[in-house]
């Protein structure tokens, strides 16, 4: 495979999604980066912004198994894993799998369920395999989390933990439509007040697993010149001692930045990474990863104020 062959998969998953999906070009564009290099996605915004329905047609653009898990307060970890049950015709032990067996899962209103429940995936996002009654199973090199949560409303709701949040390459903040693609919404969509149905759009799968794996291993060898290796570093270290900012990115967070520089290369048809894909890529990546001080909080200064003041801090290589 080559980088033309990567930019067909991008435009060929960008026309089928935009048969469904008016706008959110940039959450496409994070997603498809993510999927490029094996990350999850976090995706925040109010209700009925698009957030479900567009992972579900993300999904579809893709030949990989996708499941779905509604998350709610009385849920626990093994309706998220799955439990081993005992069968009284063999009297043995077999595991009944749980939805986190897929390999697109779509967590749906991921902070309405407690915290050990949010940490069953924990693992699952980290090394791609969980881990019941103490026998580990894989899940497979394609798993990707996406998850969705609502900022607005507070009651019953459970705030992400730090080791969580850090376990996603972006946390993308879908935002209201402009008026022109609101108007185009409610004129494909507004013939019923439900959401619309996939299998409506004629949407189908543009991109196989082995052109998936192929596409991957290609971005990770997009070229990353030792300069932007200086530069990614600075960026991570300087969020260490922003006066605004309590705790700052993990080493982790710079791994995940230089890797998503270069899928977001990939997505834009360069077999080499510049300073500008590191800049735009800095606030989805870091947003969930940094604490802001109690200072900070009460005069309303943002993590994303925050970010975009180091960014034009650290000089960019030339």
Same mark, same amino acid.
Request: aromatic share 6%; with cysteine.
């Given at each position: 495979m080559d980088l033309q062959q990567v930019g067909s998969i991008?435009?060929?998953?960008?026309?089928?999604?935009?048969?469904?999906?008016?706008?959110?070009e940039e959450a496409v564009e994070l997603l498809l980066t993510s999927l490029l290099c094996g990350g999850h996605v976090l995706l925040e915004g109010a209700p009925g912004t698009g957030k479900t329905f567009l992972v579900q047609s993300f999904a579809v653009c893709l030949s990989l198994e996708f499941g779905r898990v509604q998350f709610t307060p009385d849920m626990m970890p093994g309706d998220v894993l799955g439990t081993n049950l005992f069968n009284f015709q063999t009297n043995t032990f077999a595991l009944t799998r749980g939805p986190i067996f897929t390999q697109i899962l779509l967590a749906d209103e991921i902070n309405r369920t407690p915290p050990k429940t949010?940490?069953?995936?924990?693992?699952?996002?980290?090394?791609?395999s969980v881990t019941i009654d103490r026998q580990t199973y894989n899940l497979g090199d394609e798993f990707m989390v996406v998850a969705t949560q609502n900022p607005i409303e507070q009651q019953g709701t459970y705030p992400l933990p730090e080791a969580q949040l850090d376990r996603f390459l972006f946390k993308v903040v879908t935002d209201y439509p402009s008026r022109d693609e609101e108007r185009e919404i409610v004129t494909r969509h507004g013939r019923y007040s439900a959401m619309p149905k996939i299998a409506d759009f004629a949407m189908k799968a543009v991109v196989s697993r082995e052109e998936l794996l192929q596409a991957r291993a290609l971005t990770a060898e997009i070229r990353l010149t030792d300069a932007l290796v200086d530069y990614i570093v600075e960026i991570i270290r300087t969020t260490r001692r922003h006066p605004e900012i309590e705790t700052g990115a993990s080493t982790r967070a710079a791994n995940m930045l230089a890797s998503a520089s270069r899928a977001y290369a990939a997505v834009c048809g360069r077999d080499f990474v510049i300073p500008d894909d #590191?800049?735009?890529?800095?606030?989805?990546?870091?947003?969930?990863? /940094? +604490?802001?001080?109690?200072? $900070?909080? #009460?005069?309303?200064?943002?993590?994303?104020?925050?970010?975009?003041? /180091? +960014?034009?801090?650290?000089? $960019?290589?030339?």
């Amino acid at each position: 495979m080559d980088l033309q062959q990567v930019g067909s998969i991008v435009n060929n998953i960008r026309s089928e999604v935009g048969k469904a999906i008016v706008g959110q070009e940039e959450a496409v564009e994070l997603l498809l980066t993510s999927l490029l290099c094996g990350g999850h996605v976090l995706l925040e915004g109010a209700p009925g912004t698009g957030k479900t329905f567009l992972v579900q047609s993300f999904a579809v653009c893709l030949s990989l198994e996708f499941g779905r898990v509604q998350f709610t307060p009385d849920m626990m970890p093994g309706d998220v894993l799955g439990t081993n049950l005992f069968n009284f015709q063999t009297n043995t032990f077999a595991l009944t799998r749980g939805p986190i067996f897929t390999q697109i899962l779509l967590a749906d209103e991921i902070n309405r369920t407690p915290p050990k429940t949010q940490a069953a995936l924990l693992q699952a996002m980290n090394e791609r395999s969980v881990t019941i009654d103490r026998q580990t199973y894989n899940l497979g090199d394609e798993f990707m989390v996406v998850a969705t949560q609502n900022p607005i409303e507070q009651q019953g709701t459970y705030p992400l933990p730090e080791a969580q949040l850090d376990r996603f390459l972006f946390k993308v903040v879908t935002d209201y439509p402009s008026r022109d693609e609101e108007r185009e919404i409610v004129t494909r969509h507004g013939r019923y007040s439900a959401m619309p149905k996939i299998a409506d759009f004629a949407m189908k799968a543009v991109v196989s697993r082995e052109e998936l794996l192929q596409a991957r291993a290609l971005t990770a060898e997009i070229r990353l010149t030792d300069a932007l290796v200086d530069y990614i570093v600075e960026i991570i270290r300087t969020t260490r001692r922003h006066p605004e900012i309590e705790t700052g990115a993990s080493t982790r967070a710079a791994n995940m930045l230089a890797s998503a520089s270069r899928a977001y290369a990939a997505v834009c048809g360069r077999d080499f990474v510049i300073p500008d894909d #590191i800049k735009r890529l800095a606030l989805p990546l870091l947003r969930h990863r /940094i +604490v802001m001080t109690p200072t $900070a909080d #009460i005069e309303g200064i943002t993590s994303d104020q925050a970010l975009r003041d /180091i +960014v034009d801090q650290v000089p $960019a290589p030339r």
